[in-house]
C-alpha cells in the first residue's frame, strides 16, 4: 500500500532545475518529518535533505548545499525537493520518506513510510 507519492522527476541537462514533489495516499502525515533520499546505482542509499514536522528545522547534504531547497506546504500535506544547478552526480533514484520524531534524522533506518522513488537523470 504505498503512502507516499513522488513525482516531478526527469531527465535534464546539466545546470537546471527540477522540482520534486512528495505527497501522501491514503492518509496524512502532517506531523512527521520528512526527508528525501536518493540512490545511484552501485551505490548505498543517501540523504539528501530533511524537514521536521512543523518546517523550523532543515537539514542537507553538504553535496546540495545552496544549491536544493526543502520546504512543506501544510495545508497539502506536501514537501518539495526544489534542486536547481544540477549535475550528472545528481542522477539518481530519488525516495521521500517519513518519521516521527521531533527532529531532522538523517540515518534511512529512523524512517517508517517510504514512497516509490522517481528518476532524476542529468545529461552532461
Known amino acids: 500500500q504505498v503512502q507516499l507519492v513522488e513525482s516531478g522527476g526527469g531527465l535534464v541537462q546539466a545546470g537546471g532545475s527540477l522540482r520534486l514533489s512528495c505527497a501522501p495516499s491514503?492518509?496524512?502525515?502532517?506531523?512527521?518529518?520528512r526527508g528525501w533520499f536518493r540512490q545511484a546505482p552501485g551505490k548505498d542509499r543517501e540523504i539528501v535533505a530533511a524537514?521536521?514536522?512543523?518546517?523550523?528545522?532543515?537539514y542537507y547534504a553538504d553535496s546540495v548545499k545552496g544549491r536544493f531547497t526543502i520546504s512543506r506546504d501544510v495545508a497539502k500535506d506536501t514537501v518539495y525537493l526544489q534542486m536547481n544547478s544540477l549535475k550528472p552526480e545528481d542522477t539518481a533514484v530519488y525516495y521521500c520518506?517519513?518519521?516521527?520524531?521531533?527532529?531532522?534524522?538523517?540515518?534511512?533506518?529512523?524512517?517508517?513510510?517510504w514512497g516509490q522513488g522517481t528518476q532524476v537523470t542529468v545529461s552532461s
Open positions: 524537514i521536521s514536522w512543523n518546517g523550523a528545522y532543515t
Open positions: 520518506a517519513a518519521q516521527r520524531t521531533t527532529l531532522v534524522p538523517t540515518s534511512s533506518t529512523v524512517y517508517n513510510y
Open positions: 491514503g492518509r496524512t502525515f502532517s506531523s512527521y518529518g
